[in-house]
């Protein structure tokens, strides 16, 4: 069974009107279609193929720049630094944030200068009265030569203490014989190693009315004469020559 053709439809013509064959279209188509093999693909006067390839080009190459510039801006560039800080704006922000590191920098060494006199003065507070107490109490004694001490001879301190008799003596008995402690009262006196005072070379004490034999040295330092006398209880030794009285 075939297809009848409309028996009023006239034959195609191709060189008809457009606007009176409706076919018209696909047959200018199908030329522009249609071309010889010598002709090059950019004779079509429509421009189409040439125009595709211009703007897979132009995609390509723009592509590549910004791949570059993304690749460029990701690195540090000094010539990009330059140029930023070559703006006005810029450079405005670059000297505000210079400012405010150099104050902080200047603040925290001004905060560390006073932290460090702080802890030098009070070190120093505190050091002075260790210096004081040694300069007054011990430190010049130390480097001093012993000084003969005017106070009596008693036996009552490591220290001799002042002690006023109760009736003066007489002249210090001349040399040798025996002699008696006297004068005083109940703290007796000292007897030493030597002529000199000092607690490190006290022998003993000897009690009111020890009974001593003179040796016949004697010694005036200045402040009170000494005697050498033998004792039973301690041996030989030093005693103030004030507080002997001859033994009857």
Same mark, same amino acid.
């Given at each position: 069974?075939?297809?009848?053709?409309?028996?009023?439809a006239?034959?195609? !013509?191709? &060189?008809?009107? #457009?606007?009176?064959?409706?076919?018209?279209?696909?047959?200018?188509? %199908?030329? /522009?279609? *249609?071309?010889?093999?010598?002709?090059?693909? !950019?004779? &079509?006067?429509? #421009?189409?193929?040439?125009?595709?390839?211009?703007?897979?080009?132009? %995609?390509? /190459?723009? *592509?590549?720049e910004?791949?570059?510039?993304?690749?460029?801006?990701?690195?540090?560039?000094?010539?990009?630094?330059?140029?930023?800080?070559?703006d006005?704006?810029?450079? *405005?922000k670059?000297?505000?944030i210079?400012?405010?590191?150099?104050g902080i920098l200047?603040?925290?060494?001004?905060?560390?200068?006073?932290?460090?006199?702080?802890?030098?003065?009070?070190?120093?507070?505190?050091?002075?009265?260790?210096?004081?107490?040694?300069?007054?109490?011990?430190?010049?004694?130390?480097n001093?030569?012993?000084?003969?001490?005017?106070a009596?001879?008693?036996?009552?301190?490591?220290?001799?203490?002042p002690?006023?008799?109760?009736?003066d003596?007489?002249?210090p008995p001349?040399?040798?014989?025996?002699f008696?402690?006297?004068?005083?009262?109940?703290?007796?006196?000292?007897?030493?190693?030597d002529?000199?005072?000092?607690?490190?070379?006290?022998l003993?004490?000897?009690?009111?009315?020890?009974?001593?034999q003179d040796?016949?040295?004697?010694?005036?330092?200045?402040?009170?004469?000494?005697?050498?006398?033998?004792?039973?209880?301690?041996?030989?030794?030093?005693?103030?020559a004030?507080?002997?009285?001859?033994?009857?």
């Amino acid at each position: 069974m075939g297809w009848s053709r409309r028996p009023n439809a006239p034959d195609p !013509d191709p &060189d008809a009107n #457009g606007g009176d064959n409706p076919l018209a279209d696909n047959i200018r188509l %199908n030329r /522009s279609r *249609r071309q010889t093999p010598t002709e090059p693909l !950019d004779s &079509d006067r429509s #421009g189409s193929i040439f125009d595709q390839q211009t703007v897979v080009d132009t %995609n390509f /190459s723009g *592509r590549s720049e910004a791949r570059k510039q993304r690749q460029m801006g990701g690195s540090f560039s000094t010539q990009q630094l330059g140029t930023w800080a070559a703006d006005p704006n810029n450079s *405005r922000k670059l000297w505000t944030i210079g400012g405010v590191a150099l104050g902080i920098l200047l603040l925290i060494a001004l905060f560390s200068l006073y932290n460090r006199m702080g802890n030098s003065a009070a070190s120093d507070d505190a050091a002075a009265p260790f210096a004081s107490q040694e300069a007054v109490i011990g430190g010049p004694l130390l480097n001093q030569e012993p000084v003969a001490s005017a106070a009596p001879e008693l036996g009552t301190a490591p220290e001799p203490v002042p002690n006023v008799p109760k009736s003066d003596p007489a002249q210090p008995p001349a040399p040798g014989g025996a002699f008696v402690v006297t004068g005083t009262a109940t703290e007796g006196l000292f007897l030493r190693r030597d002529h000199v005072v000092d607690p490190g070379n006290i022998l003993g004490t000897l009690p009111e009315g020890t009974r001593v034999q003179d040796l016949g040295q004697e010694f005036d330092d200045g402040t009170r004469k000494w005697r050498q006398v033998r004792t039973e209880q301690f041996g030989d030794g030093w005693v103030a020559a004030d507080y002997l009285q001859p033994a009857q």
